[in-house]
C-alpha cells in the first residue's frame, strides 16, 4: 500500500507538469488499485471493530482502524484479582486464573449415569417415524442455502477466518463440497475440525475488571458449523410441534 500511495504521489506531479496522457491513464489505475485495498482493509476493521453504522460516513480515513485498536486494547486484561484476592499481572497466571475460574464455573455439579438417562427418557412422546425419517436424511443443498441467507453479516469469523460475506459470495463453488462433508460427517458421526473448534475471547462488562466475573467468554464459531447447526434446527423446528405443546417454551 506504501508503494502504491509513493507512486500515485510521483505520477501526479509527473503528470501535473507534463500533461501527459500515458501518465495519467497509469495514475487513474494505481488510485483505483488503492482504493480497492482501502476498502478490503476498512471492511476487516469494521468486522473487527464490531462498528456498522457506515452509511453516513466518509471515505476510509485513519478513523475506521482507530476503531479496531480502541475496541482490541479494551479486551487486554493487565491484571487480575486471584482466588485469594491478591493482585496477579503476568500473562501465565492471568491465563491460568482464567481457565480455572470458567471451567469451575461450566463444569456441571452432576454426573449422568445410564439409569437416569433411561428413566428420564422413558414414556417421552416421539415423533413420527415420517418425521423421524426426514429428520435423519441427508441435508440438501437448499437447506444449507436457506441457513446461509439466513446469517447476518459483519460478523467476526471463526477459528478458519472465513466471514458470511466469503461463503456467500463463492457459494457456487462451495455448496456442493461443502454439502458431501456435512452429509459424510452426520453419517460417520464424526465432525470436521472447523466444526469442533472455536476461539474463546473474553468481552469487559461493567465494574471493576480485575475481577474474573466481569469478563464475559464468547465463542467465535467457524460459519461452516453455523450453517450447519441453522440447518438442523431448522429442519427440527419442523418435527418439534408433534412431541411439544404450543404453550410450552
Same mark, same amino acid.
Given at each position: 500500500?506504501?508503494?502504491?500511495?509513493?507512486?500515485?504521489?510521483?505520477?501526479?506531479?509527473?503528470?501535473?507538469?507534463?500533461?501527459?496522457?500515458?501518465?495519467?491513464?497509469?495514475?487513474?489505475?494505481?488510485?483505483?488499485?488503492?482504493?480497492?485495498?482501502?476498502?478490503?482493509?476498512?471492511?476487516?476493521?469494521?468486522?473487527?471493530?464490531?462498528?456498522?453504522?457506515?452509511?453516513?460516513?466518509?471515505?476510509?480515513?485513519?478513523?475506521?482502524?482507530?476503531?479496531?485498536?480502541?475496541?482490541?486494547? /479494551? @479486551?487486554?486484561?493487565?491484571? %487480575? #484479582?486471584?482466588?485469594? !484476592?491478591?493482585?496477579?499481572?503476568?500473562?501465565?497466571?492471568?491465563?491460568?486464573?482464567?481457565?480455572?475460574?470458567?471451567?469451575?464455573?461450566?463444569?456441571?455439579?452432576?454426573?449422568?449415569?445410564?439409569?437416569?438417562?433411561?428413566?428420564?427418557?422413558?414414556?417421552?412422546?416421539?415423533?413420527?417415524?415420517?418425521?423421524?425419517?426426514?429428520?435423519?436424511?441427508?441435508?440438501?443443498?437448499?437447506?444449507?442455502?436457506?441457513?446461509?441467507?439466513?446469517?447476518?453479516?459483519?460478523?467476526?469469523?471463526?477459528?478458519?477466518?472465513?466471514?458470511?460475506?466469503?461463503?456467500?459470495?463463492?457459494?457456487?463453488?462451495?455448496?456442493?463440497d461443502l454439502l458431501d462433508?456435512?452429509?459424510?460427517?452426520?453419517?460417520?458421526?464424526?465432525m470436521p475440525v472447523s466444526? /469442533? @473448534?472455536?476461539?474463546?475471547? %473474553? #468481552?469487559?462488562?461493567? !465494574?471493576?475488571?480485575?475481577?474474573?466475573?466481569?469478563?464475559?467468554?464468547?465463542?467465535?464459531?467457524?460459519?461452516?458449523?453455523?450453517?450447519?447447526?441453522?440447518?438442523?434446527?431448522?429442519?427440527?423446528?419442523?418435527?418439534?410441534?408433534?412431541?411439544?405443546?404450543?404453550?410450552q417454551t
Amino acid at each position: 500500500m506504501k508503494d502504491l500511495e509513493s507512486d500515485i504521489v510521483e505520477l501526479e506531479t509527473i503528470s501535473e507538469t507534463t500533461g501527459d496522457r500515458g501518465y495519467i491513464e497509469i495514475l487513474k489505475e494505481k488510485k483505483m488499485a488503492l482504493a480497492n485495498l482501502l476498502d478490503v482493509k476498512v471492511q476487516g476493521a469494521l468486522v473487527r471493530s464490531r462498528f456498522l453504522n457506515t452509511n453516513e460516513m466518509d471515505a476510509p480515513t485513519s478513523f475506521f482502524f482507530g476503531l479496531e485498536k480502541k475496541n482490541g486494547q /479494551r @479486551r487486554v486484561i493487565h491484571s %487480575l #484479582l486471584s482466588g485469594t !484476592g491478591q493482585e496477579i499481572t503476568e500473562p501465565s497466571q492471568i491465563r491460568r486464573r482464567a481457565v480455572s475460574f470458567y471451567s469451575t464455573l461450566y463444569t456441571s455439579e452432576y454426573e449422568e449415569g445410564e439409569t437416569l438417562s433411561e428413566g428420564f427418557c422413558n414414556g417421552l412422546p416421539q415423533v413420527s417415524e415420517e418425521a423421524n425419517s426426514q429428520l435423519e436424511g441427508p441435508l440438501t443443498i437448499q437447506e444449507l442455502q436457506t441457513a446461509l441467507q439466513g446469517m447476518q453479516g459483519r460478523r467476526a469469523p471463526g477459528i478458519d477466518g472465513l466471514s458470511v460475506e466469503f461463503y456467500k459470495a463463492y457459494w457456487d463453488v462451495l455448496s456442493h463440497d461443502l454439502l458431501d462433508v456435512f452429509n459424510e460427517s452426520l453419517a460417520s458421526g464424526s465432525m470436521p475440525v472447523s466444526c /469442533r @473448534r472455536a476461539v474463546i475471547t %473474553l #468481552l469487559p462488562k461493567k !465494574g471493576n475488571l480485575q475481577d474474573i466475573k466481569n469478563w464475559r467468554p464468547v465463542s467465535l464459531l467457524c460459519v461452516d458449523y453455523k450453517i450447519l447447526s441453522k440447518a438442523l434446527a431448522t429442519r427440527l423446528g419442523k418435527a418439534v410441534e408433534q412431541v411439544i405443546h404450543r404453550d410450552q417454551t
